[in-house]
C-alpha cells in the first residue's frame, strides 16, 4: 500500500532516477524501499517546488516510473522495451501486483477486430493494453477476426473452459454485439450466461463502454479490467417476426434514417473510418426519403405519467392524425402511424464519442432500468431533421413538438409501402426481405450469479437474460463489460 502513496506524492525527478538506480535488479525491493524514499524526497519536493511545477512533475516522474518499471519486471513477457503505459493508473495495478498471488490468475479470450475503428486495434492493444493486463494476472489467447462475423463465430463456438474469466473484445460496439450474440446462441446457454464480456475500445464510436463507464480510452478500460468488478446491463432482443430471426443488442436498435446512414457509411468505412458516419449522414440528408412505418409500443408501466402530455397530443395530430388509438386495456399497446424520420430504441442514454457537444440521445434512459426508451421522430424533410439534430446537440431534441419520448417495455415496427426495410442494432445493420417485422423487447432480468473471486474483474458486465425463441427459459445471465 505504501507504493500507492508513493506514485501520489510530489516527488523530484531526481529521486526517482536515484531510486531506480538503486532498484533496478530487482522490482521487489523497490516497493519495499519506496516509502523511505518517498519520506526523503517528498519533502524536498513540496518545499522547493511551487505547487504547480510540482504537479507537472509528478506526472513526468510518473510516466518515467512506469516505463522503467515494464522494463524491469518484464522480461518474461513477450512486450518490448518500447511498449509504453502512459497512465497513471496503470503504475497502481503493477504495484498491486506485487501484492497478488497465483489465485489471481484470470484467464481470458482476447477478440480482436484488425478493422474497427481507424484499423488501429493492433497497436492499441499490443502496445497500450496488453503488458497492463498481463501485469495484473491476465492469461490471455488473443485471436484476430479473419472476417465480418468472426467474432460471433468464435464465441459461440470456444470452450468456456479455456476462458473461465471471460472474453475481452478489443474494437467497437459491433465486435461486442457479435460476441454477445455469439454467447446467446450456444447450446450450453446456462455456462455462457456466466461470462463477462470486457471491452477495451478500439473502434469508431464504442458507445456502450463510454456511455455507460465512461471510458474510451483504452489505457483507462485495461486499468479498469484489471481492477475489476463488473457492470449489469440490460439486453434487448430484436426480433424480425416473418423470418424468426433474433438478434441482441445492449446499445439501441433503430429504422429510418439512421440506418440508412449506417447502411451507406459501410461504402466508405476503408477511407474515412470513424468520419464515415458524418459523410454518409450529410448524402442521406441531401437525399432524403421519405420514411412511413406502424409503430407499437407498450409503455413501461409505471414509468410514463407523462403518457399524453401536450407534445404527445400534438404528435398524434402529426401522427397522421386520428389514426392513433389505444389497445386493449389488457396490455395498453399504443399505435403510431405515418411518417417518421427516425424511430430510436434506446438501452442507455445513448452518448456518441464523437459528438461535438457531448449531446446524449435518451437522457432518462438507464442500461440497468429494466426498460426501454423510444424516441419517435415523426413527420419529414430536410428542415425538421436539421431542427432535430441542431436541438440534439445541446439536448434540447426532446422539447420539440415532433419529438414523443416514451419508455416502453416492446416496441413493433413495421415499414410501409417501399420505406427501407432495415433495422440498426448496436451499430450493424439488419435487413429485412419483403415485409418485415421488427420487435424489440427486453430480456427478463437475471440475478448474475456470484463468481469465483478471480472474476472480480474489471469487465464491463451485463445483467439481463435470455428468454428468447419460443422455449422461454430464465437463466442467470452475466454480460461483463468494462468498468
Ligand atoms: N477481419 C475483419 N474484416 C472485415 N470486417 C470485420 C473483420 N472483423 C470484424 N469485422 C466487422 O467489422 C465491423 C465493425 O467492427 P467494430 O464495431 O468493432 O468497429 P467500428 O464499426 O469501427 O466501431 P463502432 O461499432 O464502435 O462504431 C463489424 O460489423 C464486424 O463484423
Same mark, same amino acid.
Request: hydrophobic share 40%; aromatic share 10%.
Given at each position: 500500500?505504501?507504493?500507492?502513496? %508513493?506514485?501520489?506524492?510530489?516527488?523530484?525527478?531526481?529521486?526517482?532516477?536515484?531510486?531506480?538506480?538503486?532498484?533496478?535488479?530487482?522490482?521487489?525491493?523497490?516497493?519495499?524501499?519506496?516509502?523511505?524514499?518517498?519520506?526523503?524526497?517528498?519533502?524536498?519536493?513540496?518545499?522547493?517546488?511551487p505547487?504547480?511545477?510540482?504537479?507537472?512533475?509528478?506526472?513526468?516522474?510518473a510516466?518515467?516510473?512506469?516505463?522503467?518499471?515494464?522494463?524491469?519486471?518484464?522480461?518474461?513477457?513477450?512486450?518490448?522495451?518500447?511498449? @509504453?503505459?502512459?497512465?497513471?493508473?496503470?503504475?497502481?495495478?503493477?504495484?498491486?501486483?506485487?501484492?497478488?498471488?497465483?489465485?489471481?490468475?484470470?484467464?481470458?479470450?482476447v477478440?480482436?477486430?484488425?478493422?474497427?475503428?481507424?484499423?488501429?486495434?493492433?497497436?492499441? %492493444?499490443?502496445?497500450?493494453?496488453?503488458?497492463?493486463?498481463?501485469?495484473?494476472?491476465?492469461?490471455?489467447?488473443?485471436? @484476430?477476426t479473419?472476417?465480418?462475423?468472426?467474432?460471433?463465430?468464435?464465441?459461440?463456438?470456444?470452450?468456456?473452459?479455456?476462458?473461465?474469466?471471460?472474453?475481452?473484445?478489443?474494437?467497437?460496439?459491433?465486435?461486442?454485439?457479435?460476441?454477445?450474440?455469439?454467447l446467446?446462441?450456444r447450446?450450453?446457454?446456462?455456462?455462457?450466461?456466466?461470462?463477462?464480456?470486457?471491452?477495451?475500445?478500439?473502434?469508431?464510436?464504442?458507445?456502450?463502454?463510454?456511455?455507460v463507464?465512461?471510458?474510451?480510452?483504452?489505457?483507462?478500460?485495461?486499468?479498469?479490467?484489471?481492477?475489476?468488478?463488473?457492470?449489469?446491463?440490460?439486453?434487448?432482443?430484436?426480433?424480425?417476426?416473418?423470418?424468426?430471426?433474433t438478434?441482441?443488442?445492449?446499445?439501441?436498435?433503430?429504422?429510418?434514417?439512421?440506418?440508412?446512414?449506417?447502411?451507406?457509411?459501410?461504402?466508405?468505412?476503408?477511407?474515412?473510418?470513424?468520419?464515415?458516419?458524418?459523410?454518409?449522414?450529410?448524402?442521406?440528408?441531401?437525399?432524403?426519403?421519405?420514411?412511413r412505418?406502424?409503430?407499437?409500443?407498450?409503455?413501461?408501466?409505471?414509468?410514463?405519467?407523462?403518457?399524453?402530455?401536450?407534445?404527445?397530443?400534438?404528435?398524434?395530430?402529426?401522427s397522421?392524425?386520428?389514426?392513433?388509438?389505444?389497445?386493449?386495456?389488457?396490455d395498453?399497446?399504443?399505435?403510431?402511424?405515418?411518417?417518421?424520420?427516425?424511430?430510436?430504441?434506446?438501452?442507455?442514454?445513448?452518448?456518441?464519442?464523437q459528438g461535438?457537444?457531448?449531446?446524449?440521445?435518451?437522457?432518462?434512459?438507464?442500461?440497468?432500468?429494466g426498460?426501454?426508451?423510444?424516441?419517435?421522430?415523426?413527420?419529414?424533410?430536410?428542415?425538421?431533421?436539421?431542427?432535430?439534430?441542431?436541438?440534439?446537440?445541446?439536448?434540447?431534441?426532446?422539447?420539440?413538438?415532433?419529438?414523443?419520448?416514451?419508455?416502453?417495455?416492446?416496441?413493433?415496427?413495421?415499414?410501409?409501402?417501399?420505406?427501407?426495410?432495415?433495422?440498426?442494432?448496436?451499430?450493424?445493420?439488419?435487413?429485412?426481405?419483403?415485409?418485415?417485422e421488427w420487435?424489440?423487447?427486453l430480456?427478463?432480468?437475471?440475478?448474475?450469479?456470484?463468481?469465483?473471486?478471480?472474476?472480480?474483474?474489471?469487465?464491463?458486465?451485463?445483467?439481463? %437474460?435470455?428468454?428468447f425463441y419460443?422455449?422461454?427459459?430464465?437463466?442467470?445471465?452475466?454480460?461483463?463489460?468494462?468498468?
Amino acid at each position: 500500500m505504501g507504493s500507492r502513496s %508513493f506514485v501520489r506524492s510530489p516527488v523530484s525527478c531526481s529521486a526517482v532516477n536515484e531510486f531506480f538506480t538503486c532498484s533496478s535488479h530487482c522490482s521487489r525491493n523497490y516497493y519495499q524501499c519506496s516509502n523511505t524514499m518517498k519520506s526523503q524526497r517528498a519533502q524536498v519536493g513540496q518545499t522547493l517546488l511551487p505547487r504547480k511545477l510540482r504537479k507537472s512533475t509528478r506526472w513526468q516522474t510518473a510516466l518515467f516510473t512506469q516505463r522503467r518499471i515494464v522494463s524491469n519486471c518484464c522480461s518474461d513477457l513477450s512486450t518490448t522495451y518500447t511498449e @509504453e503505459v502512459p497512465n497513471y493508473l496503470a503504475l497502481n495495478v503493477l504495484q498491486d501486483q506485487s501484492n497478488t498471488g497465483q489465485d489471481n490468475i484470470r484467464k481470458v479470450l482476447v477478440i480482436l477486430n484488425p478493422n474497427s475503428g481507424f484499423r488501429s486495434s493492433r497497436a492499441v %492493444f499490443y502496445k497500450k493494453v496488453q503488458s497492463t493486463l498481463k501485469l495484473s494476472g491476465f492469461t490471455m489467447k488473443v485471436v @484476430e477476426t479473419a472476417y465480418a462475423g468472426h467474432a460471433k463465430v468464435l464465441a459461440s463456438t470456444v470452450d468456456l473452459s479455456t476462458c473461465p474469466d471471460g472474453i475481452i473484445c478489443v474494437g467497437g460496439d459491433g465486435v461486442v454485439n457479435e460476441v454477445l450474440n455469439g454467447l446467446l446462441g450456444r447450446d450450453d446457454l446456462k455456462e455462457a450466461l456466466q461470462l463477462p464480456i470486457g471491452i477495451v475500445p478500439a473502434g469508431s464510436d464504442n458507445s456502450l463502454v463510454w456511455t455507460v463507464l465512461g471510458i474510451r480510452d483504452p489505457v483507462s478500460a485495461a486499468t479498469a479490467l484489471a481492477k475489476g468488478g463488473f457492470t449489469p446491463i440490460d439486453v434487448f432482443a430484436v426480433k424480425w417476426i416473418q423470418a424468426g430471426v433474433t438478434h441482441f443488442g445492449l446499445t439501441a436498435s433503430f429504422c429510418g434514417f439512421v440506418a440508412d446512414v449506417l447502411q451507406l457509411s459501410e461504402n466508405f468505412r476503408l477511407q474515412l473510418g470513424p468520419f464515415r458516419y458524418v459523410i454518409a449522414g450529410l448524402l442521406k440528408f441531401l437525399s432524403l426519403p421519405q420514411y412511413r412505418f406502424e409503430v407499437d409500443y407498450l409503455p413501461s408501466p409505471g414509468r410514463n405519467p407523462e403518457l399524453k402530455s401536450p407534445t404527445q397530443n400534438c404528435c398524434d395530430q402529426l401522427s397522421d392524425g386520428s389514426k392513433v388509438k389505444r389497445g386493449s386495456t389488457e396490455d395498453n399497446w399504443v399505435m403510431r402511424k405515418g411518417e417518421f424520420l427516425g424511430i430510436l430504441v434506446c438501452n442507455h442514454f445513448c452518448k456518441p464519442a464523437q459528438g461535438l457537444l457531448s449531446p446524449v440521445m435518451a437522457p432518462k434512459a438507464q442500461h440497468d432500468d429494466g426498460s426501454l426508451d423510444l424516441i419517435l421522430i415523426h413527420g419529414s424533410g430536410r428542415l425538421r431533421l436539421f431542427c432535430f439534430f441542431v436541438a440534439y446537440q445541446f439536448c434540447w431534441h426532446l422539447l420539440l413538438p415532433f419529438v414523443e419520448y416514451v419508455k416502453v417495455k416492446q416496441v413493433k415496427i413495421r415499414p410501409v409501402g417501399g420505406t427501407h426495410n432495415g433495422c440498426g442494432v448496436d451499430g450493424e445493420l439488419l435487413q429485412g426481405e419483403g415485409q418485415a417485422e421488427w420487435q424489440c423487447s427486453l430480456l427478463p432480468a437475471q440475478v448474475p450469479s456470484r463468481r469465483r473471486g478471480a472474476m472480480d474483474v474489471s469487465l464491463l458486465a451485463y445483467r439481463c %437474460f435470455i428468454a428468447f425463441y419460443s422455449h422461454l427459459q430464465y437463466l442467470p445471465c452475466t454480460v461483463l463489460v468494462l468498468e
